[in-house]
């Protein structure tokens, strides 16, 4: 009985040494982790309300606050897109030394934006910070724990803890974006915060969360590190993204497709259609190739093929195994550069010839060769706002890539040199306002010029 005794004693101090063992752990991952947490203010223009039969939507004034993590300590800044739309100023709140949070604000560029992945890059005029390492969310498992930083309802630096629900969720089948699911407490706030493993490294930015209530009930999605790494590279060099395709439609092979077409393969991706000099062609896929595995891990839908080329940049070599009358063999694809409007021509345009130095944007005319890029703009005259220059440091405005612009102040606005001059005319104080074209809709966006 003596014995028993004994043992019962110690179990539970057996399992508070656990717990103080878990807890110091935690400790030193939010010493580790909290310095390259910054808080997020944004203050900007967006739309009001829809304008009914009129097509024109009203825009006034929005602040909106969230989270960001230091990833380079040359001060780059990852954070959510959403976080930084339609923003005029946008403003971090980085840690002293010592996990110390200060009172001061430092205002902060948006070097580029993706709406996509909704990932956004912010520059600070500061070097020496504490960045985090990303991790590789491919090695990820379900039931890993992680810990969720940020400023939920603006309460900076706030921590929360939880496990991995899902290390690969897709929410939307024509969505090819993956997300990671946790449990972690994510709240309106904590959005573009970090999602770290007990190592400490980077393995997600906090994005969203499904709610009925409004509040967290368990459904939080963090972008993975790796989608966030390429993206984070691509915004740093140029500023945008651009993003790939290797010129095949596709789609899921199933057993009747199988029994239908004669064929032994019943799962995969199946081409039905290869582009004429695109990169499928070059490589030898043809119609009725089914596609099952790409860079050697297994593809078992179309979708899931299509995940695996979003996460990839044009110029990129994949590797597919490729299933022919019953046979399987090895191919290699580049990846190209999608075709879409607004890419196609921030690749045509340089600071040179196309830079508005006041508000660092990279525009072109509307003529001939341009709407046949955009086609269905509603008026033939105006600039388009191509892409962002990254290294140049200017007012900011509401305006997004794939913008067209057609008047100022009620001013016409027929070409670029006329933009640089009315963008040359405003000073501090100045009302502004943007009459645009965005997909569907002409719209007014007003600021303030600083």
């Known amino acids: ?79 959510n ?55 590789n969310s491919d090695k990820l498992k379900q039931g890993q724990m992680v810990v969720a930083m940020g400023s939920p309802m603006g309460l900076n630096n706030s921590m929360t803890m939880g496990v991995l629900s899902s290390a690969q969720r897709q929410l939307r089948e024509e969505d090819p974006m993956t997300y990671l699911q946790t449990d972690a407490p994510i709240n309106p706030g904590n959005s573009g915060g970090p999602l770290v493993d007990l190592d400490g490294r980077l393995i997600g930015i906090n994005t969203f969360i499904l709610t009925q209530g409004g509040g967290s009930e368990g459904l939080g999605f963090a972008i993975p590190s790796n989608a966030a790494a390429g993206i984070y590279l691509q915004l740093k060099a140029n500023g945008r993204v651009q993003r790939g395709e290797i010129g095949a439609s596709l789609q899921n092979m199933t057993p009747g497709l199988a029994a239908g077409l004669g064929l032994g393969q019943n799962w995969g991706a199946i081409v039905t259609d290869i582009a004429d000099k695109g990169a499928a062609a070059a490589a030898g896929l043809q119609p009725k190739d089914i596609i099952v595995s790409l ?80 086609p269905g703009l509603k008026r033939p005259y105006g600039v388009i706002v191509a892409a962002r220059a990254p290294s140049v440091s200017s007012q900011q405005t509401p305006l997004q890539q794939g913008d067209v612009v057609y008047a100022i102040n009620g001013k016409l606005i027929p070409d670029l040199t006329s933009f640089r001059a009315a963008m040359g005319s405003f000073q501090p104080g100045d009302a502004v306002v943007f009459e645009v074209e965005r997909p569907g809709k002409v719209a007014l966006l007003e600021f303030e010029w600083e």
């Open 1 to 79: 009985m003596k014995v028993l005794f004994v043992v019962s004693m110690l179990a539970p101090m057996a399992f508070g040494v656990e717990l103080r063992g878990l807890s110091e752990g935690l400790e030193k991952i939010s010493e580790s982790v909290s310095p390259a947490v910054v808080e997020v203010a944004a203050s900007g223009y967006g739309p009001l309300q829809d304008g009914g039969m009129t097509k024109v939507a009203v825009v006034g004034r929005h602040r909106s606050t969230g989270s960001g993590v230091v990833v380079d300590p040359n001060g780059y800044i990852l954070t």
């Open 81 to 135: 897109a959403h976080v930084v739309a339609n923003t005029q100023r946008v403003r971090v709140s980085i840690p002293e030394r010592g996990g110390r949070r200060g009172t001061a604000w430092w205002d902060a560029k948006i070097i580029g934006q993706d709406e996509e992945t909704d990932l956004a890059l912010l520059k600070v005029e500061r070097t020496g910070l504490s960045a985090l390492e990303f991790g």
């Open 295 to 374: 860079d050697g891990k297994p593809v078992e839908n179309a979708t899931q093929f299509a995940m695996g080329i979003f996460r990839h940049r044009a110029g990129e070599i994949v590797d597919l195994g490729v299933v022919r009358n019953g046979k399987e063999m090895k191919m290699q694809s580049a990846i190209l550069a999608r075709s879409d409007g607004a890419n196609q021509l921030a690749k045509k345009v340089s600071a040179e010839t196309n830079l508005v130095p006041q508000i660092g944007l990279l525009c072109v005319d509307v003529d001939e060769t341009t709407m046949q890029m955009l």
